[in-house]
């Protein structure tokens, strides 16, 4: 007889074995999640965002580094969202500069779901001493505030786009670690992984074919909200001028007017990143939370 999911267990994830069975759930999960209008509202965002990411080069109306005599002109039929303070187009930065921004928000929040996961499912899973020098170590994490230790660590490895990417990614695994942890302890207790185990499955087989089809639904939700955080964080650090020089993105767009003191008289300068900056984190804060919904019954509304 099959086994009933354990209290929060994402009902629209397998409660048994395998991977194959959320082929079958596509249909489902569409289905609840058109349900929530900011969970709509919020993946046409992100779909927009990706899309103009992709095709930012040929859309961008000038090359994002050509200079010109027209020096902090504000938005005019030439230059849509006017120019910096050297002449250059802002409509064409803040196009290319999403490409960036977006880059470092996948790629660490990559690493933080890889390292929190695998944190989270072992500590979950083993429990005993394992879980407690895991834990100890996540609190450890938790208890430095994220941003000075951002900001170390992207310091010391110096200034490019990589040292941002693995800073935010090294700090940012803690709260997946915690999330995958609580959903493992609970689906490690469900019948068919006794079952598994009676049968002579292997903890490594256990772990990959039953326990994490049932966490990745968590998994993934809980990401979705950690490249919001990837992308704020991103621009907070290249700001401060820990990110790449060379490469054009809305941090480093919001630096440039700071420091030309173009902050106050210029606000075609300011708006534009900041604004995307904005409606990039709705946006996957939106599709982040209404995920939850989806996946989790318990705060789904009725």
Known sequence: MKSRPASGIVDLAPTSSGWGVYARSLGNFWKVYRGSRFGVLGLAMLCFFVVEACVASSLAP????????????????????????????????????????????????AISALVGSLVGLIAGYYGGLRDDA???LTDIFLVIPALPLMVVLAAVIGPSLFSVILAIGVVGWTGTARVVRSQTLSVKELAFIESSRASGGSDFYILFNHVLPNVAPVIFSNTV???????LSEAVLTFLGLGNPNMISWGQMLQFAFTSGSVTSAWWYVVPPGLSIMLVVLAFSLTGYSLDEVFNPRVRKI
């Open 134 to 136: 895991l834990m100890r």
């Open 225 to 231: 909200l950690v490249i919001a955080n990837a992308v």
């Open 62 to 109: 000038y090359p994002p580094n050509q200079v010109s005599q027209d020096v902090l002109r504000p938005p005019s039929p030439m230059h849509l969202l006017g120019t910096n303070e050297v002449g250059q187009d802002i409509l064409s930065q803040v196009l290319i500069g999403s490409q960036a921004s977006l880059m470092v928000g996948f790629a660490a929040s």
